[in-house]
């Protein structure tokens, strides 16, 4: 293909992973106009449509799904390389994307990385707070912090926090007008404060272990948050019994703000990790960030 048509590749593939004109000419700083264009253009000389377009939504066809597949990663080494020239520069340059949620963007990112752009000015640094499970290779961030055990096998996982476990806590005015639950299933008697899992829109289910025994407890009650922290501001207004990692709710137990049960029955588990994928050649900045972060790293 004549050389004259990687620009419209470029304008297809990011109309296909951004899933919309209008995002995809802003990323690319063109008209939404001369976007339409350079895709049409490219349909019409490949005499075979790509993209199905609707009032509201772009798609890709069996055949735009063929050819993103085929060239979608090569664009993203073109653009690591270029990254990579950044090196040759006195000072590390060039942006990292990073998809998280708030509680460890806030407990463990900012403070590891505060130093990292304090000495690097050129880095910048773009944080994705989101419970989903995001695909970092189709919505090209650099990586990604999860729990150790939800991490795909193809990818890297750097641990970059201690492990944990989860906590059963309320209010002790809950407490004092509800019996102190003595197993997960008195849970089910319970007014708890339940989590919709953003990827797949279903209900957190609250899993518990004992000497080897599992058990799984769907709960209920009057409350339904995507996030965290509004789950603890409920269970500090004697709302009702939340499930949550023990490090987002240490200092309200500690103050007594809040009361936790059931701690035989929740084992320590492995903790936040840095994922990114194995085939991706890490650009300086990135390398830099993922040596902050790692755990005995200076500064933790």
Request: proline share 7%; net charge positive.
């Amino acid at each position: 293909m004549a050389r004259r048509n990687l620009n419209d590749l470029v304008s297809f593939v990011t109309v296909a992973r951004e899933g919309s004109f209008t995002r995809a000419a802003a990323r690319l700083g063109v008209t939404q106009s001369a976007l339409s264009q350079a895709v049409s253009g490219l349909e019409s000389r490949l005499q075979i449509r790509l993209l199905t377009r609707t009032t509201r939504s772009v798609s890709v066809t069996p055949a735009g799904e063929r050819l993103l597949l085929a060239i979608g990663h090569r664009f993203d080494e073109i653009e690591a390389e270029l990254d990579e020239l950044t090196a040759l520069r006195d000072k590390p340059a060039g942006t990292v994307r990073i998809t998280c949620g708030d509680h460890v963007l806030q407990a463990i990112l900012l403070p590891k990385l505060v130093p990292v752009l304090r000495e690097y000015p050129d880095i910048k640094l773009e944080f994705d707070v989101n419970y989903g499970l995001r695909d970092i290779v189709a919505d090209r961030f650099d990586a990604g912090v999860r729990l150790g055990n939800t991490i795909d096998k193809d990818m890297i996982a750097v641990p970059i926090g201690p492990p944990l476990r989860m906590a059963v806590v309320a209010s002790p005015d809950y407490f004092a007008e509800h019996p102190v639950p003595r197993k997960p299933q008195d849970l089910m008697a319970h007014r708890c404060i339940n989590q919709r899992m953003q990827t797949s829109g279903g209900l957190y289910v609250w899993n518990f272990e004992r000497r080897g025994k599992q058990v799984n407890v769907r709960v209920d009650g009057p409350l339904i948050f995507n996030t965290t922290q509004p789950q603890v501001d409920a269970a500090l207004a004697g709302l009702g019994i939340t499930l949550l990692p023990e490090d987002e709710l240490m200092p309200h137990i500690e103050s007594g703000r809040l009361v936790s049960v059931l701690q035989d029955w929740c084992p320590p588990f492995t903790g936040y990790h840095l994922y990114y994928p194995s085939r991706r050649q890490p650009s300086t900045a990135f390398s830099l960030v993922l040596n902050a972060l790692r755990i005995g790293a200076a500064g933790r």
